[in-house]
């Protein structure tokens, strides 16, 4: 008989700060160098290869695995980054299994695909730690740039604009940069402070400054904007969530994902985060 709260001698209680957070630990650990050759040898380095194909941002996925091969991991880093500054990031939390690793031929051939994702993440993630940066900033242009919003999108349009010279103002109307990457995502997927790491490291460009707690509409207005700045990128993502529209979706205590999600991100005790003794999970994503 499986035991309940109501059994005799099982005193229900929430768990301690320590055990929360190993709980929502990094969900897969580091590579070390030779577990990333190992990996790297089961790339078969397809010609037209069907994993650059299902890659959202066109990553030379066979060159950067041959460089890990190689020894080379800073190389492959720069082969990924040049494609997605981002690529610590998304190699965390893109959906690898149905994307590149989806259509890998080792998947298709023994339902085993090549560990491209965390061989991404061993490449990028050796980058940040030595802080080294591998792009230039060009000779600067006298313009300037507003960026509003630093998610993905915004961080990675003030980072390209830095490398051709321009300088470059970020506004975000949160405390912390990041977009969804600081907020939406779920701790054991992007743990240790890695969407800050990435930032700080893309900041290393030069040209760039972030100005937190600007809310477009309360602090500033786009026309304010177009006339202090020779352009502005527009990148606020996507706001809200898709509502349930049924009868007591507005009650006390009922709370849409991504708002938790930031809150529990945001959260430095675990402990005392408050959560009801009966909850009801809608959605299995």
Not at 13 to 24: E, N, P, V, Y
Not at 98 to 108: F, H, I, P, Y
Not at 186 to 198: D, F, L, M, P, V
Not at 232 to 237: C, D, E, P, Q, Y
């Amino acid at each position: 008989m499986t035991n309940s709260p109501q059994t005799e001698g099982i005193v229900p209680s929430r768990l301690d700060r320590a055990s929360l957070a190993a709980h929502f630990d990094d969900l897969y650990p580091d590579f070390d160098a030779h577990e990333a050759r190992v990996a790297a040898d089961r790339c078969y380095f397809c010609y037209d290869a069907p994993c650059v194909t299902a890659c959202p941002t066109a990553i030379d996925i066979p060159l950067f695995i041959r460089q890990i091969e190689a020894g080379q991991p800073d190389a492959a880093a720069r082969t990924i980054l040049s494609q997605n500054i981002l690529g610590s990031m998304c190699a965390r939390v893109c959906p690898t299994e149905t994307l590149c690793e989806g259509s890998c031929v080792r998947q298709t051939a023994e339902g085993n695909p090549v560990d491209i994702g965390r061989l991404q993440r061993y490449a990028t993630d050796g980058l940040l730690l030595t802080n080294e940066h591998p792009f230039a900033r060009a000779t600067t242009t006298g313009k300037r740039v507003a960026v509003v919003g630093a998610g993905p999108a915004g961080l990675a349009c003030a980072h390209r604009l830095a490398m051709n010279g321009h300088d470059v103002t970020i506004f975000d109307a949160r405390t912390k940069p990041g977009g969804l990457n600081e907020y939406g995502i779920a701790a054991y997927k992007a743990a240790n402070g890695i969407a800050q790491a990435e930032i700080d490291w893309l900041m290393g460009i030069g040209g760039i400054e972030i100005a937190t707690d600007t809310e477009l509409g309360r602090d500033t207005t786009l026309d304010d904007l177009a006339h202090r700045f020779d352009a502005v990128f527009l990148g606020m993502g996507l706001a809200g969530v898709n509502g349930l529209k049924i009868p007591g979706a507005d009650l006390d205590g009922v709370r849409d994902a991504v708002d938790f999600i930031a809150e529990l991100r945001q959260c430095e005790d675990l402990a005392t985060l408050p959560v009801g003794r009966h909850v009801v999970v809608i959605g299995g994503g």
